[in-house]
């Protein structure tokens, strides 16, 4: 995989780098990745303007900051042709407030992380996502009173899988 999309080793290691630590500075992530920091920087020039690195952001610990309503909405269409995903993915990309959806195989077909500051806004939300049309056949909730765990893959250890 790595070698059929151009990326080496050092390659990776710059990813995994911003992946763990955002924006670095070019000697940090020079020091880092064990690269002079000029190849270091270009070689994340070119990562970026090649698009593997979509953007940064903060981790931040909502718990901290706000009481927020997070439920996961299992979603099955009642349809299954290509115009009915692009369609459905279409309007779920424009509401902010699913803030994670994943396509799946089998018994449904996405499965999708809400946030709302509360139950009645959440209900809203569901209402509006019923009243696009979208051809949903049945959709199931299951309220969160906990994030365990919410994080990135580890980016370095997946592509050492890629080597065996």
Known sequence: MRERQGLDPTDIRILSAVQRHGQLSKTKLAEIVNLS????????????????????????????????????????????????????????????????????????????TVVTPSLATFQDVMEDLLAAELAIDRYMTYFATRLIKAEQPNLAKLAAYRKR
């Open 37 to 112: 920091a000029t190849p270091c920087w270009a070689r994340l020039a070119r990562l970026r303007a090649a698009g593997y690195i979509r953007g940064y952001h903060a981790d931040i610990a909502l718990d901290r900051v706000l009481d927020a309503t997070r439920v996961v909405v299992t979603v099955s269409l009642n349809s299954h042709r290509k115009a009915d995903f692009d369609r459905f993915e279409t309007y779920i990309k424009s509401v902010d407030e699913i803030i994670n959806c994943v396509a799946t195989g089998g018994g449904l077909d996405y499965i999708m």
